[in-house]
C-alpha cells in the first residue's frame, strides 16, 4: 500500500534553532500534502494545506513565517519550524492526499521538544 | 464551516463485547467524506473506514462498520468483538468535496479501554 515517511522521528534541540521535519510519499506521487499538529491528549489541528508548485494555504492562527512549508516536488513537502522556542513543542505529523475519496496516508510523525 | 464533534473523552468495552463510538457532523456541503482513523500510544494514525456522502449503504471492514445516518449527520463507528489491542484513540474526520479544498477535519477524539 502507499506509505508516507516522516523524518525525523524525535528532535530535541536548543531555543533559537530551526527545525526542518521531511514528508516523503514513497509509492506515489501526492500533488497535496497535510501538515498538522497534535498535543498530548488532543487532536490533530490542521496547520496547512502543501500544493506542489505553489504557496502552502495557511489555516487562520497559523503563523506562516514561523512554520515555513516548501512542496518542491511531487514526493515531498518539508515543514521548516524558524527559530523554535520551547512552545513549539508538539507532535508534529504530514499526510498525503491519492484522491478525492480516498483517506491520507499519514507519516508516523515527529516529536519536537525545544529546551 | 466543517465541525465534528466527538462527545465521549473517553470509553470502556470489555473483551468480546461490541461498542460505539459516537460522532456528529456539521457541513452545508452536500458532497463530503467521513473516516475514522484510530491512533495507539505510539503515534501512528491508522485508517480504519470510510463512508461517502452519497453511499447508500453502511460501510464496513471486518470488525469495524460505520453506522451513517445522512438526516441526523451522524457517522458512528461500531468495533464488534473488541480486542485488547483495539485500546487506542479513535478519531472521526471529515473531508468537505466541493468547498472544503480536501483539507480533512478530525474530531477531539474517543480514548477507549478495552477489558480483559
Known amino acids: 500500500g502507499a506509505v508516507v515517511s516522516q523524518h525525523p522521528s524525535w528532535v530535541i534541540c536548543k531555543s533559537g534553532t530551526s527545525v526542518k521535519i521531511e514528508c516523503r510519499s514513497l509509492?506515489?506521487?501526492?500533488?497535496?500534502m497535510f501538515w498538522y499538529r497534535q498535543f498530548p491528549k488532543q487532536s490533530l489541528m490542521l496547520m496547512a494545506t502543501?500544493?506542489?508548485?505553489?504557496?502552502?494555504?495557511?489555516e487562520q492562527g497559523v503563523e506562516k513565517d514561523k512554520f515555513l512549508i516548501n512542496h518542491a516536488s511531487l514526493t515531498l513537502s518539508t515543514l521548516t519550524v524558524t527559530s523554535a522556542h520551547p512552545e513549539d513543542s508538539s507532535f508534529y505529523i504530514c499526510?498525503?492526499?491519492?484522491?478525492?475519496?480516498?483517506?491520507?496516508?499519514f507519516g508516523d510523525g515527529t516529536r519536537l521538544s525545544i529546551l | 464551516a466543517q465541525k465534528i464533534t466527538q462527545t465521549q473523552p473517553g470509553m470502556f468495552v470489555q473483551e468480546k463485547e461490541a461498542v460505539t463510538l459516537d460522532c456528529t457532523y456539521d457541513?452545508?456541503?452536500?458532497?463530503?467524506?467521513l473516516f475514522w482513523y484510530k491512533q495507539p500510544s505510539s503515534g501512528e494514525m491508522i485508517f480504519l473506514i470510510y463512508?461517502?456522502?452519497?453511499?447508500?449503504q453502511n460501510a464496513t471492514e471486518g470488525r469495524y462498520s460505520l453506522n451513517f445516518q445522512k438526516a441526523r449527520k451522524s457517522a458512528n463507528l461500531v468495533i464488534s468483538a473488541s480486542q485488547l489491542g483495539d485500546s487506542a484513540m479513535y478519531f472521526c474526520?471529515?473531508?468537505?468535496?466541493?468547498?472544503?479544498?480536501?483539507?480533512?477535519?478530525f474530531g477531539a477524539g474517543t480514548r477507549l479501554f478495552v477489558k480483559a
Open positions: 474526520a471529515m473531508r468537505e468535496g466541493n468547498t472544503g479544498g480536501f483539507k480533512t477535519i
Open positions: 463512508q461517502g456522502s452519497y453511499d447508500q
Open positions: 502543501s500544493n506542489e508548485g505553489s504557496k502552502a494555504t495557511y
Open positions: 499526510s498525503a492526499l491519492l484522491g478525492r475519496e480516498q483517506p491520507q496516508h
Open positions: 457541513t452545508s456541503d452536500p458532497s463530503y467524506g
Open positions: 509509492d506515489f506521487q501526492a500533488t497535496t
